[in-house]
Structures are given as C-alpha cells and as structure tokens.
C-alpha cells in the first residue's frame, strides 16, 4: 500500500501495486518501466468474443421517457485517439507527497485529504463539513506549505493510482447521499468535483422535474440547475520560487452557459443524452451538442478538457452535468469517464429520491394543512389565538389539532386533541374526529356528550385508534364556561391580576377506550381572564414528566403577566412566550396551543324575555324590542327590527308549542335571536303570487346583515344581525 507523507515531506516508497479501480471498471493499464502506460488488458470477467461474433449493440429507447437499459458505471471508455500519448504519472497528476519535486523542478500539489486554508476557494456548507475522511477538496484548493509553492492547481483523482481515483469516487459518491433534498444533492456534487476533480461543473436538470413514475408531456426542457467555479483568484497565485508561466485558461463557461435549454427531438444533444454514457467534449457527437446545452456561441476548451455526462435516474434521463478543466491543467483520461458515469449515476438517483421525497413531504404539508383551521372565527366577547408545531421539520404531519367553533347565543367551543402517533394516519384519524366534533358542536349537545360520541367514532375507526380531547363551551353572557375531558392534560387559566391556576377537571379516559362516562364541570369565566389549551407535547419531553412541565407552564404564564401589569398580556406575544419554554431537545411531539381571552358581553347589553305562542306575541315582540333599543339610542334601527322581529316571530308562534325566547344582543352589531321548540329549519324560498306567505325569510334575507338558522338539541334558534348606525357603536 502507499503510505501518505508526514508533516515533514519525507515519502516512503512503496512497492508496485496493482492496478485497481471504481468497482465494475476496467483493469488498469500495466505500468512500464519508464512510468508510462501500454496497451489496456483485456478485463478478466469479460469472457473473449468468438471468432466470426459479432459484436451486440445496446438497446436505446427516445428522450425523453427512457426506460432501456441503464449504462453501468464501470463500462468501458471512448478509446485513445490517435496520436494521443500517454501520461506520465507526473503529467497526469499522480499521488506525490507534500512538498515533493517533480520532474520539470516544480513543486508537487498536495495531497488530496490536506487540510483546506484560509483562503479557501469557497467556503464549506457548514451543513455538509468535508474532511480528511471524505478525501474531497470540498470546493476549495490547497494553500501554500513550507517549502512548495502556492498552490495554483487541485491534485486530480486520475493519477497512476487506481486507489486514489476509488477513495475519491467513495468520498464523492458519499457527499452526494448525504443530501435528503434536491439543492443539497446537487451542491454536494459541485464541492465534490471542484477543483478535485474539474475546475467548472454545469448541471442541468429537466424542468419541471418528473415525479415517479410520472411521464411528462411537452418538449424536454433542461434549466441550469447550479453552476460551480474556481474563483479568478486561485488562477493567479504565484509560487514561491517566483511566477510561473501558464497558457490561457480559456472562457469561463461556468458563467456564460445559457439557463434553459430545449432539447430537439433526433438533435445531437438528444443522441447524447439517450445514449447515457459521458463522453470527452472534443468527440462528434459532444461538439454537436454542446452548443445546443450551452447555448450557441459558447466554446468549449478541446483536447480532452470537458465531459458531458447524461444524468439517468431509475427510469428516465432527467439531467446532464458538464465537467470542465483549464488548459493549465492536465486534460481528462479515459479512466475519468468511468469516474464522471459514477458521479453521474449517483447523482441521478439522488435526485429521484429527492423528488419523491419532496412530493412525499407537500402532501403530508397538504393534509396537515387542511386538516387545522386556515383562521379561527373571532365571536364576540372573546379573543382566540394559536400555534402549532409539528415533531420534526422533515415530516410536518401529526395528530395533535385545535379548533374554535361559533355556537348560537355568541357563545363558542374551544376544542384541543391529540391522537397516537406521527403519521399520516394519526394525521386522517385526527381529521375525520375534528369534522366529528364539529358536527356534534352544531347540535349544540353539551361537552360530555360530544366526548361520547368521539368515542364511539374512534372505535368504529378501529380498536387501536386512540386519542385524548379536552371539549369547553364558553358563555361571554353568562360568564361561564363548561369543560369535559378525556384523558387531556388539565387546563391552564391566567386571571387578570397575573394569577395562574391549573383547573380542577375530571380526567376521564381516552377516546377509544369505550364504555366511559365523561363528566363535565362548570366554572367561572372572569373578564379579562385567558384559558391556555395544549397538547402534551408542550409539558412532556424525555427529560419532564407531565406535571413538572405543567407546574413549569404555570411559572412562565405568572412571570409573563408580570411583565404587563394589572393589564393582561397580549395574546400573541403570550403564546409565543409560552413556547419560548421549550430548550433544547424537548421538542419530542407535535405542540397544539389554543389561547381565548375572555371579554365577555356587558348585562347591560343583553335583554331577553320569554313570550307564550300566541296571536299577540308578535306585537308584543314589538314594542319589547322597540324599548330596548330606546334605551340603547338606537331608535333609527326601530323600524327595521320592528318588521324582521315581527315576521321571525309569527312564524315560530305558528308551530311552537312551548314558550319563545327573544334575546337582543348590542356587540360591535346588533344580534336579534328567537328560539323555538321546532327542530325543523326554516328554509328561503321564492313566493309565488297567489301564496298568502313564505316571504317573511325573503324581507329578513333583503334587510339583514347576516341571518341563519341553527338545530339545538330542544328546537332551533333563528338569528339575524343589523349594523349599528355611527352614533350607537
């Protein structure tokens, strides 16, 4: 083996080894006397052809859906031109040890695994730290070193040994795994390559990229994916010895290549990429399709200096990548196909798998997504905010959701839940219990019987499919609020004056568990007070059990409002505070957090009374509501509310059988609701004109602001709003 030098220079000698490449490449050519190479070996796993055989030609399907046979990495590369002399092992860039001369005099390039300097061509990706063991520059080039010169050029992998050019495809091949998605692929082949392997790399990729099995329509279209460079810098450093003459490095194609490409159906860059395999950029076939890649007018350094090697996924030709090397340094090998088809190849199938990652992660965003509320309604007298984070960054999909539903009478349900897991099955489970819940929500049934009915949604879903919920309706008149829980951490409430408590609430078991009875306590909703419902993963992590982490979010909320006074904190700073408890590596669950501060609705502002199902009550609706808003300065709204509470009224008296309950409510709009024993909706319909009625709903539809009809578990309520007029807000 050959041993690397030490940090004095001094080289050992190593005894001749035997020619070994990338796995699946061609033997390597016997080396000479005089350190040149001869005619290649036959491969020994290549068995001879017969006399008279002819030899077989690989089968090619059309670009752009190219699903014949891939080109292996190790296959054999174009053969030597004519009047093309072979390398020496000086010439071709071979392993030689820091600090060494070479022949002409000059000063050896360092070893591949040197460690980078300060003035590095370009800084590593932080995210992506090349060293030593990945034996690759990582993008940047050797610095000057005691008793060598500055170093101008990066030491190539196709030297006379075929154990440098397999650690560099193996650290190469390695940097492009790492990336998980399609810029961290495609950058980790551009610091792979420069300078260690080309000086400028081109890759392009299909646009829009196909996704599995996917067969795109419409012309093959190739857009400059990310263009890779030695910076102009690194060409002028000079030697130590003094400076040193270099020909024309030539264009810089890394800038000027054009940034789409539409390839021609049957047009030599077509041909090329359907035939999968590299090839040197001087060949027929690279020159016809250079320009086409790059654009036209865009020249290409010859004799050997560029590749242009099709990047293949698993079914189809989705890219290409151009590697290019100055005229100062010594041109590609045949060997240096074999390398570009390993890098080509891996690259490709990186991408795939990018791709398919990426169409993996927009659906679970996508169901995620719909799944939790766009926006929560704001109902008056109080005030809703939210967060939610998913487990982890890569897979923002969970079980954990929030939802705040508007119930009649202004009141509103705040609804947290949590279901096993972190999949998108936890993620469809907990989507089809929030519509369940809103479903029972607009029958208005009380929060324990919501939570029965979860249950047994969750067990006609199937016998493992567990969740725990915590359902509270809040009343902004009566300033109350009743909660049911089922098996969910208690709720957190902060008073006005900074006091945190944590509510009493029965625990009840888990939805999914089946034949439990849910209990639901009522307690007191204090204006100016704000209920915090949570998931466990805000209070639970490895390091904390529940209870300290709710003992924890007690001490955050107290310390919070202190900040802020007599007057409570503002919401959204306050859920933001509230998730500023989380350090590092508590964050093993998805956080749902739902904030309400409680305003609650003025007595003043509320008249209610109870009316029997008579033929008077309509005129006695009248003149109750026409009081009510003398008394509020809202005469100018008497005669429209006269008329709509009048014709509301008539129609619940014609089917009631129990008392009639009209409630008027003044919030930022003026609320009209009358209730009825009647489950049946009254629904709009267009009047004919012989009909005697049916256009009472048609004057509350033309004159109202907003109107509806809601089921509750005794009857319905029917409801209409009015704006305030300027003077009564």
Not at 175 to 198: H, K, M, N, S, Y
Not at 214 to 227: A, I, K
Request: hydrophobic letters at 40%; a negative charge.
């Amino acid at each position: 083996m050959t041993e690397h030098p030490n940090s004095h220079g001094r080289q050992r000698t190593a005894a001749p080894r035997s020619g070994t490449d990338v796995p699946g490449v061609a033997a390597r050519l016997p080396r000479q006397a005089d350190g040149t190479t001869g005619e290649p070996a036959a491969p020994a796993h290549r068995p001879a052809r017969r006399a008279g055989e002819t030899p077989r030609e690989e089968p090619h399907s059309a670009l752009p859906e190219d699903d014949g046979p891939h080109a292996p990495a190790g296959a054999a590369p174009e053969p030597a031109r004519p009047g093309r002399t072979p390398a020496t092992a000086g010439e071709s860039g071979a392993h030689v040890p820091a600090g060494a001369r070479s022949a002409d005099g000059g000063c050896a390039v360092h070893p591949v695994n040197a460690e980078p300097p300060a003035n590095a061509a370009e800084p590593v990706d932080p995210a992506h730290p090349v060293g030593p063991a990945d034996g690759v520059g990582g993008g940047s080039v050797p610095g000057p070193r005691a008793g060598g010169r500055a170093g101008g050029e990066a030491p190539p992998p196709h030297g006379g040994h075929g154990g440098e050019r397999l650690r560099f495809v193996g650290a190469a091949t390695r940097r492009i795994a790492r990336g998980i998605d399609l810029d961290e692929i495609v950058l980790g082949l551009c610091r792979a390559t420069v300078p260690t392997f080309a000086d400028a790399i081109l890759v392009y990729l299909r646009d829009p990229l196909p996704v599995g099995d996917e067969r795109p329509v419409g012309p093959v279209v190739l857009r400059l994916r990310r263009t890779d460079r030695l910076p102009e810098y690194v060409r002028g450093l000079d030697d130590a010895d003094g400076p040193q003459e270099r020909p024309d490095p030539g264009p810089e194609l890394a800038v000027e290549a054009a940034e789409r490409c539409e390839v021609r159906i049957g047009g030599p860059l077509a041909e090329v990429l359907r035939g999968v395999r590299p090839v040197f950029g001087d060949s027929a076939a690279a020159r016809a399709a250079l320009p086409e890649l790059l654009g036209e007018g865009r020249h290409v350094p010859e004799q050997h200096r560029t590749i242009l090697a099709p990047l293949r996924g698993r079914r189809r030709v989705i890219g290409a990548a151009v590697f290019i090397r100055r005229l100062d340094r010594p041109a590609f090998e045949g060997d240096d196909l074999l390398v570009a088809a390993q890098l080509a190849t891996h690259t490709a199938l990186g991408v795939d798998k990018a791709v398919l990652y990426g169409r993996e992660v927009y659906i679970a965003d996508e169901l995620q997504r719909t799944m939790l509320p766009d926006s929560l309604p704001q109902p008056t007298g109080v005030r809703l905010a939210s967060r939610y984070l998913p487990a982890a960054e890569t897979a923002r999909v969970g079980g954990d959701w929030y939802d705040a539903i508007p119930l009649p009478g202004n009141r509103v349900a705040l609804v947290v839940g949590d279901v096993m897991g972190h999949s998108m099955t936890s993620a469809a489970i907990m989507g089809q219990l929030r519509t369940t819940a809103q479903t029972l929500a607009g029958l208005d049934l009380p929060p324990q019987e919501v939570l029965h009915h979860l249950d047994e949604q969750a067990q006609r879903l199937g016998s493992d499919r567990m969740a725990t919920c915590l359902y509270a309706v809040y009343d902004p008149v009566a300033h109350r609020i009743v909660i049911a829980n089922a098996g969910h951490p208690p709720p957190v409430l902060l008073h006005r004056g900074g006091r945190a408590e944590v509510l009493r609430v029965p625990p009840g078991a888990p939805i999914g568990v089946g034949g439990v009875d849910f209990e639901a306590v009522e307690l007191d909703a204090p204006a100016g007070a704000t209920l915090l419902l949570y998931t466990d993963g805000l209070v639970e992590s490895r390091i904390r059990d529940v209870w300290t982490g709710i003992e924890q979010l007690r001490e955050r909320l107290i310390d919070t409002a202190r900040l802020t006074g007599p007057n409570p904190p503002p919401l959204e700073p306050l859920c933001d505070e509230v998730l500023g408890m989380l350090g590092p590596g508590d964050r093993d669950d998805d956080i749902a957090l739902l904030a309400a501060r409680f305003e609650g609705i003025a007595p003043s502002d509320v008249a209610y009374w109870f009316l029997d199902p008579r033929p008077q009550t309509a005129r006695q609706a009248r003149r109750l509501a026409r009081r009510a808003l003398t008394r509020w300065g809202l005469e100018e709204l008497s005669d429209s509310v006269e008329l709509l509470v009048s014709e509301v009224i008539t129609n619940a008296v014609r089917y009631a059988e129990r008392p009639i309950t009209l409630r008027l409510l003044r919030t930022d709009v003026l609320r009209c609701e009358v209730g009825d024993d009647v489950p049946q909706l009254p629904r709009l319909r267009q009047a004919r004109p012989s009909d005697e009625g049916g256009r009472g709903l048609y004057l509350v539809n033309k004159l109202a602001r907003r109107w509806g009809a809601t089921r509750l578990s005794t009857g319905k309520v029917v409801w209409f709003e009015l704006a305030l007029p300027p003077q009564g807000r």
